[in-house]
């Protein structure tokens, strides 16, 4: 089995992901997580909002609806060209690909012959409205991005931001993509985190610079192998018209290297279409000038699901016999797992209990007593639990309890009274 492969069946087995109405025999590109992988997720997102909205001062959150009116996508582009996929059919098995995913100039299907190059809108369609025809068309959001753009003049009129300053959103996005796949590094619903930071023109360079830095530096926070992280910068000529220059940073994929996170310089583009479409003008008053500034705008933007995805895929190792997932702390569904060292003492159990509990007011703590400890150290191993609690005998006499190591699996004793001050001290942050 390779890495992929068995990264994807341990997230089945151990109810991190599930295929998407899977007793129906599944749809294409759409996922369910399940209670570790809802974790997971949670921990990836908070962590993403504390590092570029909480701990900053500069950065305004926003949670916008996935449904906008139809004019914003024809402003952004994605219904035109703009947002399409250049698409080539086989004329024999008419299957679809995608030009970038091609390596021969034949189907990779059936080997027949591949028409020339279409674009094909990967936006999905929905109709509000009491009719299915054109007049109540609309979309359900490609990105989260566009619904920044439009908020922007209310975020100025409530807060009174000055530049340089962002604005952040974390939420779904949906694309018909034609090729999706690779568990979930392609699927059809997945969830973007999206910053917009509006700069001014002569500072959109050096802030480029910056965003790119504080990206890569938030992924060595949540703990990826050095390595397996580095910039691609896009090559000119491939550029959208308007754009100054996009930086991607690429995990090295069982398949080779991928883009993670987008880093793009955007200019005024997206602001200057919906001046145009909507008739507003979107533009910022310096305080000092008075003038009118129509603001650059730097975006990073990463997929939740694609980061979960590789980190499993960084985290996933094998020593010996032993399988576990080398997670960090802060993302691992579970902080600690506490058993009592055997499941049919009464004693061993009340204080067990008692201790996680406790524990469960601060932390995420699992409870297990099936089988013996070997067993529940392999099940917590591989859901990248980083410390095991165990309650013997010894803690009836001393208070004491085995604290156990994922990575190094040492053991040692430590007060139970203690427990709360011992893991907060193991799980302070890094603060970028
Ligand atoms: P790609 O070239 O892989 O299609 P993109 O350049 O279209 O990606 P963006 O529009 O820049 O991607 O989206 C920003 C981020 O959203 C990507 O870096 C990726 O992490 C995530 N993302 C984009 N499309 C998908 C998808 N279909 N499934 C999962 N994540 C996605």
């Known amino acids: 089995m390779d890495l992929m492969e068995k990264v994807t069946s341990l997230c089945k087995r151990r109810g991190f992901v599930f295929q998407g109405s899977e007793i129906y025999g599944g749809f294409g590109g759409f996922w369910d997580f399940g209670p570790l992988g809802v974790a997971v997720k949670n921990n990836i997102k908070n962590l993403w909002w504390r590092y570029f909205v909480t701990v900053r001062e500069d950065v305004f959150g926003l949670d916008s609806a996935i449904i906008m009116n139809p004019k914003v996508w024809e402003a952004s582009g994605h219904t035109g060209s703009g947002f399409a996929d250049p698409l080539r059919e086989c004329r024999k098995c008419h299957h679809r690909h995608r030009q970038d995913d091609l390596v021969e100039d034949k189907c990779p299907d059936c080997g027949g012959e591949l028409t020339e190059e279409k674009k094909f809108n990967i936006l999905v369609k929905t109709y509000i409205g009491p009719v299915e025809d054109q007049s109540c068309l609309t979309y359900l959001r490609g990105e989260t991005a566009q619904a920044i753009f439009v908020n922007l003049q209310n975020i100025?009129?409530?807060?009174?931001?000055?530049?340089?300053?962002?604005?952040?959103?974390?939420?779904?996005?949906?694309?018909?993509?034609?090729?999706?796949?690779?568990?979930?590094?392609?699927?059809?619903?997945?969830?973007?985190?999206?910053?917009?930071?509006?700069v001014k023109p002569a500072d959109d360079q050096r802030q480029f610079n910056q965003w790119k830095d504080y990206c890569l530096k938030f992924l060595q926070v949540v703990g990826y192998k050095k390595g397996n992280l580095r910039y691609f910068d896009h090559p000119k000529e491939k550029l959208s018209h308007y754009s100054k220059g996009t930086t991607d940073i690429e995990y090295n994929f069982p398949f080779g290297w991928a883009e993670l996170w987008g880093i793009a310089r955007r200019a005024d583009f997206d602001l200057t279409q919906h001046a145009k479409f909507s008739g507003k003008k979107l533009l910022y008053q310096d305080l000092v000038t008075n003038e009118m500034i129509s603001p650059y705008v730097i975006e990073p933007s990463v997929g939740v699901d694609r980061l979960f995805m590789s980190l499993l895929l960084d985290a996933y190792t094998e020593e010996g016999k032993r399988t576990f997932l080398k997670l960090s702390p802060l993302i691992s569904p579970y902080n600690v797992a506490v058993f009592p060292l055997v499941a049919n003492k009464e004693e061993l159990v009340k204080t067990a209990r008692e201790i996680y509990l406790n524990l469960k007011k601060h932390f995420s703590a699992s409870w297990d007593e099936r089988g013996n400890i070997g067993k529940r150290y392999c099940a917590q191993d591989e859901i990248g639990t980083p410390w095991c609690v165990t309650i013997d005998y010894a803690t009836l006499e001393d208070g004491t309890v085995t604290v156990r190591d994922r990575d190094t699996t040492k053991q040692e004793r430590v007060k139970a009274d203690n427990l709360e001050k011992y893991f907060k001290d193991k799980l302070k942050e890094r603060i970028l």
């Open 156 to 198: 100025l009129d409530t807060f009174h931001p000055r530049l340089p300053f962002g604005i952040a959103q974390i939420g779904k996005a949906f694309r018909n993509e034609i090729t999706p796949g690779k568990f979930l590094f392609r699927s059809r619903e997945f969830e973007q985190m999206e910053l917009e930071y509006f």
